[in-house]
C-alpha cells in the first residue's frame, strides 16, 4: 500500500516557476511507474508527464520542453519542475504511482494569472 502526498502548488505569474512535490510512503518505490496528471476546469483530466522504473520520461505536447518529471527513490519522493508556466497550465496536478495497481495524490491546485 503506498500514500501519495502532495506540495508545491499556488499562484504564479505567467513565465514563472514552481515546483510540486509528492512524497510517497511504503517501500519499493523505485519499482513503481511515476505519472503527473491535471485536471483544469471543465475539461478532462489528461497526462501530463511519466517516468519509469528504469528512468524514461515522457510528456504530453503541450508542456515538453517547459516542464520535468524527476524522482529521488532515496527520498521516496518525485517532483514535477514546471518553468515557463502559462495560464493554460492552470489546474489540479495529481501524482499518480503504478505497480499492479494505481496510486493517486490528493491534488494541488496550481494558479498561472498576473
Known amino acids: 500500500q503506498v500514500q501519495l502526498v502532495e506540495s508545491g502548488g499556488g499562484l504564479v505569474q505567467p513565465g514563472g516557476s514552481l515546483k510540486l512535490s509528492c512524497a510517497a510512503s511504503?517501500?519499493?518505490?523505485?519499482?513503481?511507474?511515476l505519472a503527473w496528471y491535471r485536471r483544469a476546469p471543465g475539461k478532462q483530466r489528461e497526462l501530463v508527464a511519466t517516468?519509469?522504473?528504469?528512468?524514461?520520461?515522457n510528456y504530453a505536447n503541450s508542456v515538453k520542453g517547459r516542464f520535468t518529471i524527476s524522482r529521488d527513490n532515496a527520498k521516496n519522493t518525485m517532483y514535477l519542475q514546471m518553468n515557463n508556466l502559462k495560464p493554460e497550465d492552470t489546474a489540479v496536478y495529481y501524482c499518480?504511482?503504478?505497480?499492479?495497481?494505481?496510486?493517486w495524490g490528493q491534488g494541488t491546485q496550481v494558479t498561472v494569472s498576473s
Open positions: 499518480n504511482a503504478y505497480r499492479h495497481r494505481d496510486y
Open positions: 511504503g517501500s519499493d518505490f523505485s519499482r513503481y511507474a
Open positions: 517516468l519509469t522504473d528504469g528512468g524514461s520520461d
